[in-house]
């Protein structure tokens, strides 16, 4: 029997999984060397699945003036200036429910600015598989800064702060 779960309004069929990703939103201070992202499949395991992913923020962008960022915004990170853009596929076979890592570099530029954000999603799950979690909000901080800003979570794990060098776990 397939297992199924109410989201809203709807009954949705979680047989073959749903696909999460572990942490909606964080904060990660521009030193860190990365942040590390955790798909989970869960709810089911029967048959093989895969899902696209990929992190994206502006391809060209003038964070002062706001000229060419996504949305016409300021504060939105530009990929191969403040992160690396990553996609690619991650699979899982017929009951395997092990959790996949996908790693975003980040870049430490010498520009003082504002935080910026960057985004990492999921999408197209084939399989039968269901995206539950698929879109997390990313702000890199400056690098000089110690503290999160009030209000945001920091993401867990090591590296973090100014110049450190670690991967951050979410």
Excluded: M
């Excluded at 060397?33 to 962008?61: E, I, K, P, Q």
């Excluded at 598989?129 to 800003?149: F, Q, Y």
């Amino acid at each position: 029997d397939g297992v199924i779960r109410r989201l809203s309004s709807q009954s949705v069929d979680l047989t073959h999984g749903g696909l999460s990703l572990e942490t909606v939103s964080g904060w990660i201070p521009e030193g860190s060397a990365a942040v590390r992202l955790t798909v989970r499949r869960t709810g089911g395991t029967v048959g093989a699945v895969s899902v696209n992913y990929r992190a994206y923020g502006a391809s060209t962008c003038d964070s002062q003036t706001g000229v060419g960022c996504l949305d016409g915004t300021r504060g939105i990170a530009v990929a191969g200036q403040d992160f690396i853009a990553t996609s690619g596929r991650l699979d899982w076979s017929n009951g395997d429910a092990t959790d996949r890592e996908i790693t975003v570099q980040i870049l430490d530029d010498t520009s003082s600015e504002s935080p910026e954000k960057f985004y990492f999603q999921l999408e197209s799950a084939t399989g039968g598989a269901v995206i539950l979690a698929g879109r997390t909000e990313i702000t890199i901080d400056e690098s000089d800064r110690s503290a999160p800003p009030p209000g945001a979570g920091p993401a867990s794990g090591s590296g973090g702060g100014s110049g450190g060098g670690g991967a951050i776990n979410w």
